[in-house]
């Protein structure tokens, strides 16, 4: 700490205890031990010259003539007991001295005053830590809270004013922030602990209050890696060496890698990588405490929410700063920011973005609002950024996309040479007989012959291929995967799309404590659970081969999966759960599967088909087209899927949705 005296003698507390009062010329004229091991908070009397000193290690207030720096009786401290009154200041006439810190009464953080008699009074303080006091010329008190309350007392210590935050307060969320698999979804809480919970998609670029527990997002992983003390006053360790953190250095929060080989601490200063030997990846000074992060699961994004009462998006590979978002505490306006200035956000929130212009120690800054640049409001870049991974790339694929709608409004077509590619499969055929199914095979045969019909316009033809039956083996389902993605990877500017279906059934087995989700090929063997992992195609093997898919164009997957009374002991149905599906709908991936985990998959004479591949072949040959612009978009499909599949099943079957990309799909069909 450091404090001036009234004729420009100097003050000063140190590491080592000592206190250390110099003259007006920078001369030491004596040094004292302070009597504890952290001073920290000091200032001079403006009347008499004493000096007040309070410490981050005690509740002790120690007084010091301002002149000798020799010892003067303390204010009464009776009772006293919890944490400590590190803020001192002296009231404008220096006939009160107060103080306030971590100290807590009565769950509240109050602000202590000792008048010219010694008698103490008890002021209204904080919620939070008291983290600075300043006397004001009335005689009243500006108090400052880490909740970023701001309050004024007047000259009898009655509250003036009280200003309270509108951001979140993201203490305490440690183990709050959830993020979903691909970084676009975060679910964080205005309030500290998490409470009044609200979630942020930025790819919807909305808002919301009390988000469903629909397993979208998950906490973050803090297991697997033997990082100690990384919420704790003492120094974090990992395998119990401590990390190279600065002096004083307090961690916060972690994240560990999905990877297991790697890890991210906030700190109040800094955001931090680490390996699984300790050593630093990378740093990135903070806005703030880094109060709660969280790591994406595709490995990519780093999601840290700060004292500032931000959220920022970070890449893994460096940290490199990415995106921001202020939510405001109405739970209604927020306002995205890349780091070069381009926004998003509401009309109310988008008001309160200002750049700073500093002219200097001495003078005061200029502001001017960011929309006054021009191009700076760019909803259609900010969506992009994340999936992207940096500005650049998002302002090409924005300006691509604006193109494209030029041309397809002009010429009445979807993207100019792009393909659309088709892999459907269907299988029946089983070899235990309570698994068969009737149409599993026409399914796949007609999805690819209606698609084909828009293989010469709105699309040029690209890979097909149709698996039936004894075709469609576990090894020749991923070896079509393969030719898919390798002739995925020759398109241009990745407008490419992309439709996989798999009709048959699915299942989701219990390994341990965890669940997977697995395909079931023609060769699957279902004799014993671990016979039908082995031979099945798990969703993790799924998952990568339609991420691989979806890193060089969109990519519709429609699962047509299970059917009444099918079960691997002929006893129950085959159900898909909804988060395994969730899984697979990442980035450039849409998901549309036949029924909800509790539902069974239905097929009947009438459609010689499944329910559910029935209603998106209705779907692109019925007028579903909304907007009248002679196409069949990504929400009028699933909207027409979601509301037609339940009036066939009579409300025995609902579509399970994830939508990740938007835009037209199809031409409509006669």
Same mark, same amino acid.
């Given at each position: 700490?450091?404090?001036?005296?009234?004729?420009?003698?100097?003050? /000063? +507390?140190?590491?080592?205890? !000592? $206190?250390?009062?110099? #003259?007006?010329?920078?001369?030491?004229?004596? =040094?004292?031990?302070? %009597?504890?091991?952290?001073?920290?908070?000091?200032?001079?009397?403006?009347?008499?010259?004493?000096?007040?000193?309070?410490?981050?290690?005690?509740?002790?207030?120690?007084?010091?003539?301002?002149?000798?720096?020799?010892?003067?009786?303390?204010?009464?401290?009776?009772?006293?007991?919890?944490?400590?009154?590190?803020?001192?200041?002296?009231?404008?006439?220096?006939?009160?001295?107060?103080?306030?810190?971590?100290?807590?009464?009565?769950?509240?953080?109050?602000?202590?005053?000792?008048? /010219? +008699?010694?008698?103490?009074? !008890? $002021?209204?303080?904080? #919620?939070?830590?008291?983290?600075?006091?300043? =006397?004001?010329?009335? %005689?009243?008190?500006?108090?400052?809270?880490?909740?970023?309350?701001?309050?004024?007392?007047?000259?009898?210590?009655?509250?003036?004013?009280?200003?309270?935050?509108?951001?979140?307060?993201?203490?305490?969320?440690?183990?709050?922030?959830?993020?979903?698999?691909?970084?676009?979804?975060?679910?964080?809480?205005?309030?500290?602990?998490?409470?009044?919970?609200?979630?942020?998609?930025?790819?919807?670029?909305?808002?919301?209050?009390?988000?469903?527990?629909?397993?979208?997002?998950?906490?973050?992983?803090?297991?697997?890696?033997?990082?100690?003390?990384?919420?704790?006053?003492?120094?974090?360790?990992?395998?119990?060496?401590?990390?190279?953190?600065?002096?004083?250095?307090?961690?916060?929060?972690?994240?560990?890698?999905?990877?297991?080989?790697?890890?991210?601490?906030?700190?109040?200063?800094?955001?931090?990588?680490?390996?699984?030997?300790?050593?630093?990846?990378?740093?990135?000074?903070?806005?703030?405490?880094?109060?709660?992060?969280?790591?994406?699961?595709?490995?990519?994004?780093?999601?840290?929410?700060?004292?500032?009462?931000?959220?920022?998006?970070?890449?893994?590979?460096?940290?490199?700063?990415?995106?921001?978002?202020?939510?405001?505490?109405?739970?209604?306006?927020?306002?995205?920011?890349?780091?070069?200035?381009?926004?998003?956000?509401?009309?109310?929130?988008?008001?309160?973005?200002?750049?700073?212009?500093?002219?200097?120690?001495?003078?005061?800054?200029?502001?001017?609002?960011?929309?006054?640049?021009?191009?700076?409001?760019?909803?259609?870049?900010?969506?992009?950024?994340?999936?992207?991974?940096?500005?650049?790339?998002?302002?090409?694929?924005?300006?691509?996309?604006?193109?494209?709608?030029?041309?397809?409004?002009?010429?009445?077509?979807?993207?100019?040479?792009?393909?659309?590619?088709?892999?459907?499969?269907?299988?029946?055929?089983?070899?235990?007989?309570?698994?068969?199914?009737?149409?599993?095979?026409?399914?796949?045969?007609?999805?690819?012959?209606?698609?084909?019909?828009?293989?010469?316009?709105?699309?040029?033809?690209?890979?097909?291929?149709?698996?039936?039956?004894?075709?469609?083996?576990?090894?020749?389902?991923?070896?079509?995967?393969?030719?898919?993605?390798?002739?995925?990877?020759?398109?241009?500017?990745?407008?490419?799309?992309?439709?996989?279906?798999?009709?048959?059934?699915?299942?989701?087995?219990?390994?341990?404590?965890?669940?997977?989700?697995?395909?079931?090929?023609?060769?699957?063997?279902?004799?014993?659970?671990?016979?039908?992992?082995?031979?099945?195609?798990?969703?993790?093997?799924?998952?990568?081969?339609?991420?691989?898919?979806?890193?060089?164009?969109?990519?519709?997957?429609?699962?047509?999966?299970?059917?009444?009374?099918?079960?691997?002991?002929?006893?129950?149905?085959?159900?898909?759960?909804?988060?395994?599906?969730?899984?697979?709908?990442?980035?450039?991936?849409?998901?549309?599967?036949?029924?909800?985990?509790?539902?069974?998959?239905?097929?009947?004479?009438?459609?010689?088909?499944?329910?559910?591949?029935?209603?998106?072949?209705?779907?692109?040959?019925?007028?579903?087209?909304?907007?009248?612009?002679?196409?069949?978009?990504?929400?009028?499909?699933?909207?027409?899927?979601?509301?037609?599949?339940?009036?066939?099943?009579?409300?025995?079957?609902?579509?399970?949705?994830?939508?990740?990309?938007?835009?037209?799909?199809?031409?409509?069909?006669?």
């Amino acid at each position: 700490g450091v404090a001036f005296a009234p004729d420009g003698r100097l003050a /000063t +507390t140190s590491d080592d205890g !000592r $206190l250390r009062l110099y #003259d007006a010329d920078g001369g030491l004229i004596r =040094a004292v031990d302070s %009597g504890f091991a952290q001073p920290f908070g000091l200032a001079f009397n403006p009347v008499d010259g004493r000096l007040a000193v309070g410490f981050v290690d005690t509740t002790a207030v120690r007084l010091f003539d301002g002149a000798t720096l020799a010892a003067l009786p303390p204010p009464d401290g009776t009772g006293i007991d919890n944490w400590d009154l590190s803020k001192i200041a002296w009231s404008a006439d220096g006939a009160t001295l107060f103080a306030a810190g971590r100290h807590q009464d009565g769950g509240v953080h109050p602000v202590l005053a000792w008048d /010219t +008699t010694g008698a103490r009074t !008890r $002021l209204p303080g904080g #919620d939070s830590t008291v983290m600075s006091l300043t =006397a004001l010329p009335d %005689g009243g008190l500006l108090v400052a809270a880490a909740d970023l309350v701001l309050g004024v007392l007047d000259a009898e210590g009655q509250p003036r004013w009280t200003h309270r935050p509108v951001q979140m307060d993201a203490r305490d969320q440690h183990r709050a922030l959830a993020v979903s698999a691909d970084g676009l979804v975060v679910d964080f809480g205005f309030e500290v602990w998490g409470k009044r919970p609200a979630r942020f998609d930025v790819a919807a670029l909305a808002l919301t209050q009390n988000p469903p527990e629909d397993g979208r997002t998950a906490p973050p992983r803090q297991d697997g890696l033997a990082v100690k003390n990384w919420i704790s006053i003492k120094p974090p360790t990992l395998n119990g060496t401590p990390l190279p953190l600065d002096r004083y250095e307090r961690s916060r929060s972690l994240a560990i890698h999905p990877d297991g080989d790697r890890f991210v601490l906030g700190t109040e200063w800094s955001l931090r990588a680490f390996d699984d030997t300790g050593t630093e990846l990378w740093r990135r000074a903070a806005p703030g405490i880094v109060w709660a992060v969280n790591i994406a699961a595709n490995g990519d994004l780093v999601v840290a929410a700060y004292h500032d009462g931000t959220l920022r998006w970070h890449r893994m590979d460096n940290g490199t700063e990415l995106l921001a978002l202020f939510p405001f505490d109405n739970g209604e306006d927020w306002i995205a920011w890349e780091p070069e200035g381009r926004y998003a956000g509401t009309l109310r929130a988008t008001r309160a973005l200002r750049w700073v212009v500093n002219r200097g120690w001495d003078a005061t800054p200029e502001t001017f609002r960011a929309g006054e640049i021009r191009q700076s409001f760019r909803p259609e870049v900010i969506r992009r950024v994340l999936p992207l991974l940096g500005t650049t790339p998002a302002i090409h694929a924005a300006e691509n996309a604006a193109r494209t709608e030029d041309f397809r409004r002009l010429t009445g077509g979807l993207v100019p040479g792009a393909r659309l590619h088709v892999l459907a499969i269907g299988v029946g055929d089983y070899a235990a007989d309570h698994l068969t199914l009737q149409y599993a095979d026409d399914d796949a045969t007609d999805v690819a012959t209606t698609l084909s019909e828009q293989m010469d316009w709105p699309y040029q033809p690209g890979f097909q291929l149709t698996l039936r039956q004894e075709e469609a083996t576990a090894r020749s389902i991923l070896f079509a995967f393969s030719r898919l993605r390798e002739t995925l990877a020759r398109s241009p500017q990745g407008q490419d799309l992309a439709v996989v279906l798999f009709s048959g059934h699915g299942v989701v087995q219990d390994i341990g404590e965890e669940k997977e989700f697995y395909l079931l090929p023609h060769d699957v063997d279902v004799t014993r659970p671990e016979d039908l992992r082995r031979t099945a195609i798990s969703g993790y093997v799924l998952r990568q081969q339609i991420k691989a898919l979806a890193a060089h164009g969109r990519v519709l997957v429609l699962i047509d999966a299970c059917n009444a009374g099918a079960a691997l002991s002929g006893g129950g149905p085959l159900g898909i759960a909804g988060r395994h599906l969730r899984a697979l709908a990442t980035g450039n991936v849409t998901v549309l599967a036949s029924s909800r985990a509790i539902e069974v998959s239905r097929e009947d004479d009438a459609w010689r088909n499944g329910a559910f591949t029935e209603a998106v072949l209705e779907a692109l040959t019925h007028a579903n087209d909304h907007d009248g612009n002679g196409f069949i978009s990504v929400g009028e499909l699933t909207e027409y899927v979601t509301r037609r599949l339940p009036v066939m099943t009579g409300g025995r079957q609902t579509p399970t949705i994830e939508t990740r990309f938007t835009g037209d799909l199809f031409a409509i069909g006669s």
